[in-house]
Structure formats: C-alpha cells, structure tokens
C-alpha cells in the first residue's frame, strides 16, 4: 500500500511537471513569433529611409528643391530602401499558430502518457543482482564482455585467494577494452600466483596494447619473468625479439624470431603469419604491424573460452602439466562447464593417480564457488 501511494504521488508529480512543460512550451512559440514580427516592423534601416523620403517630398512642397533633384535623390532612397528590406532577415513564419502551440504543448503531455502506459512506477524493475544471477547461470558463450567482466568480479571476490577468476577477469577486461580494470585484475592474479608464467606474459601483453603496439621496458621485463618460469612462451619470446628489432639489432631478433618459428607446430595458424613476418623485414629492416598475438578487439566476443579451448588443446598434446590440468579443471568450474569440468577431471584423475598433492589440487579446483 505504501508503495502504491508512493507510485501515486509520482504520478501526480510528472502530471504536474507536464503540464507546466506545456505552458512554457506554448509561451515559448507565442513570445517568438511576437519578437520576430516586431522586429522585422522596427528594421530602423527601413524608418529611416521612408523618414528622408517624407522629408525629400515636404522640402519639394515648400519650394526649397528643385523637381529634377527631389526625383533623383527620391529615387536613390528608393533603391536604397528596397535593398535595406531585401538584406533584412525573414521573420519566423508561424503557419497555423494554433497547430504549433498545440504541438508544443501536446509534445510533454504525449511523455506523460507514455510514462503512465510504459514506465509506471509500480512495475517490477531490473536489480543488477538479479541480472547477474541470470548471467551467472547462462552458457558464458551467450554473453558479451563486460556481462562476463561482472560475473567474474564477483566469482573473484567469492574466491579471494584465486588467481584465475581474477586473471579470466583480465582477460574479459581486456575484451571490454578496460585496460585499467585488466591491468588492476592482472596485478592482483600475480600478487596471489606470481610463480605463474602466464599471468607475466598477459601483463606484457597488456602493457604493448597500452603503448600502441611498441614494446615498452615495463613489457620486455614482464616477457623476460615469464620466460624465466616457462621458456617456452611464443607470445613472449615474440614481442622480446620484436622489441631487438626495433632497438636496431635486426639479425638478433630475426635470429630470435626463426627459432621461435621452427618450434611452433606445423599446423598453427600463426607460424605462416611468422614467417611472413619474417620474410618481409629480412627484406626491407622495417617491423610490419605485429602478427602473432591474437586479436584484442574490443569489440570482440569474450576470449576467456578461446584461451580455456587453447589450454586443453595444449594438455591434448602435452599432457604431462599437473598444474596445467588444475587451471583447466579450475576455468571449466569457474565458467560453469560440469560436463567438460567432469570429463578433464577424470583424465587427470587417471594420469596423476599417484600423486595425492595433485589429486588435492584437482579436488579443490573442482568445488564451484560457495
């Protein structure tokens, strides 16, 4: 009841509001179309050329100017006149003055009435809590970028001693073009996993989206941490042999660069862009635009399910990583995916069978947030 009273009053409050909108609104259009035909009488350019034609006309009447001379002179004032009325500006042409003040008026009346139809205060409204509730239980490939930022944010608050809810944040910052927020989810993943190679070379990553597509001193030194846990790293060793060609040192980081070529798999997409890379600098000693990192589009799809795929397909191939199998056991959990939780987690169960500590890393990255 109190709330009904309350949409009531509302109510009231718009209609009133409404209605002094019309009145203004009519006074508006009424008050200009006075000012302007008033100004347009007062053109002072206009009085002051018939006041020397009077003038002209009663000096030929007293005899003090000839006849020839009061034709000529009357005759230039004449001309002068018509050119002052034609440079005067048109005035506001109000055709229908009632069909305009009722259209005036009418406009807040027709919002009042869409209000009372459409945005009563008495309808069910939309909580953020709610809507994230929703998000949370959806397929995540249904949902955009920031809708998986939010849902993540809270899955890292759920989980504060996590680092990957709080890296997938990063990731899905990222997609959202917040650059800001990544780097602050990414900052706070490393400060609870600093051991992990991956969050170092995201931070780089990071930091070259940041400079426009250089490789500044703060990305090389994130590359160099992560290729110090895990020299390995493509995405890494990419952008630090990069960083040597744009320092000057061509044959070292196209040396650096046809290493790093000949130990991608045949098949992946990015060697051919590699190596057309490389083929183009070792030709003219200018960088090209950076081919290998994956696109970071802010516009984009979220990129957590790519980089999820992209880790099982990498436990696929080598599946000797038992911390490798609890991220991925970790991210299907933290995206809602049981059944590809569930099918990951009895492969490692299997593999690592004899492995009590692995076992109970697994175990752990497979409870959902509480």
Do not use: C
């Amino acid at each position: 009841m109190r709330e009904f009273g309350y949409g009531a009053a509302m109510i009231w409050l718009w209609m009133a509001a409404a209605l002094v909108s019309a009145g203004l609104a009519a006074l508006i259009v009424h008050r200009a179309a006075r000012a302007a035909r008033a100004d347009r009488a007062a053109n002072p350019a206009l009085a002051v050329y018939r006041r020397q034609m009077a003038e002209l006309d009663d000096l030929a009447t007293r005899g003090l100017i000839a006849e020839g001379e009061r034709r000529s002179v009357r005759a230039e004032t004449g001309r002068r006149l018509l050119a002052a009325a034609e440079r005067s500006e048109a005035p506001l042409k109000v055709s229908g003055p009632l069909v305009v003040l009722a259209a005036a008026a009418a406009v807040p009346l027709i919002a009042l009435t869409a209000y009372v139809v459409i945005g009563s205060p008495r309808f069910p409204d939309q909580p953020f809590a709610t809507r994230l509730a929703d998000w949370r239980a959806a397929d995540p490939q249904t949902l955009t970028a920031p809708q998986m930022a939010a849902v993540l944010r809270q899955i890292a608050a759920e989980k504060p001693t996590d680092a990957e809810p709080l890296m997938q944040l990063a990731v899905a910052e990222l997609a959202s073009n917040q650059l800001t927020e990544a780097t602050q989810a990414l900052q706070r993943a490393i400060a609870l996993a600093p051991a992990r190679s991956d969050l170092w070379q995201m931070q780089g990553e990071i930091a070259v989206i940041q400079s426009g597509g250089d490789v500044p001193p703060d990305a090389q030194d994130a590359f160099r941490r992560a290729l110090a846990i895990d020299p390995n790293l493509p995405i890494a060793r990419y952008y630090l042999a990069r960083a040597r060609i744009a320092g000057g040192d061509v044959a070292g980081g196209l040396a650096d660069w046809r290493a790093l070529e000949a130990s991608l798999d045949p098949r992946e997409p990015r060697r051919a862009e590699l190596d057309a890379e490389i083929q183009q600098v070792a030709a003219t000693g200018r960088l090209a635009p950076a081919a290998l990192p994956p696109s970071r589009s802010p516009n984009a799809t979220p990129q957590i399910q790519q980089m999820v795929d992209g880790l099982a397909a990498r436990l696929e191939a080598s599946p000797d990583d038992p911390q490798g199998w609890v991220r991925l056991v970790r991210a299907y959990t933290v995206l809602g995916e049981t059944d590809r939780r569930d099918k990951a987690l009895g492969a490692a169960r299997k593999r690592y069978a004899d492995r009590p500590d692995v076992l109970g890393a697994l175990d752990a990255a497979a409870r959902p947030p509480s």
